[in-house]
């Protein structure tokens, strides 16, 4: 069974630019989540997915962030513009159904977004 | 005070000790409590999970919670030098639409 697929891996940017990622879940996984994961802190959920809709989006920071999931398949999470805060591992996850502690999430390898 | 606390560690400990990592969170709505392990430039992978209060284990990982403490609790046994990765405590209410809160994880070390 194929991972939770992420890309770009590593982003370099200046800061005011956009950038993109870019998830692909686990076939068949229903819900979908994207983490920011700050250097020496846990994952911090910035939107969850239940099939195309949302769930949680409430730390999002909504000016600059957005995220769609369209087709309740693949995701992509956008930032614009960047600012130097935002720099951190971007983390997709999923779990078959509602994500209960009973419902295992899945981590993609993550993208490193560095702000300049 | 922080939802979720979470010594950072790091810690170092010989082969085959056993290992205590903690938590202390202050919302007492969470009922579902987990382990993850990460390791260096990889995403969390789940360790495992308990529902509400009480013990569960699994090889050599035992899972406490302590609810009326608001404590939770991972012990590795015979640890390894495999074992060395930052390990991250979660909860959540478990209802729908219900938020991850995940601890800021430590860094453990099991030197051969």
Partial sequence: ??????????KII???????????????????????QILGQGPKLLIQFQNNGVVDDS??????FSAERLK????????QPAKLEDSAVYLCASSLDRGTGSNEQFFGPG?????? | QKEVEQDPGPLSVPEGAIVSLNCTYSNSAF?????YRQYSRKGPELLMYTYSSGNKEDGRFTAQVDKSSKYISLFIRDSQPSDSATYL????????????V????????VLP
């Fill in chain 1, 1 to 10: 069974e194929a991972g939770v697929a992420q890309s770009p891996r590593y």
């Fill in chain 1, 14 to 36: 200046e800061k005011r630019q956009s950038v993109a990622f870019w998830c692909n879940p686990i076939s068949g996984h229903a819900t979908l989540y994207w983490y920011q």
């Fill in chain 1, 59 to 64: 730390q999002l920071p909504k000016d600059r």
């Fill in chain 1, 72 to 79: 309740g398949v693949d995701s992509t999470l956008k930032i």
């Fill in chain 1, 111 to 116: 993208t490193r977004l560095t702000v300049l």
């Fill in chain 2, 31 to 35: 009922q579902y409590f987990m382990w």
């Fill in chain 2, 89 to 100: 405590c979660a909860m959540t209410r478990g209802d729908y639409g219900q938020n991850f």
């Fill in chain 2, 102 to 109: 995940f601890g800021p994880g430590t860094r453990l070390s």
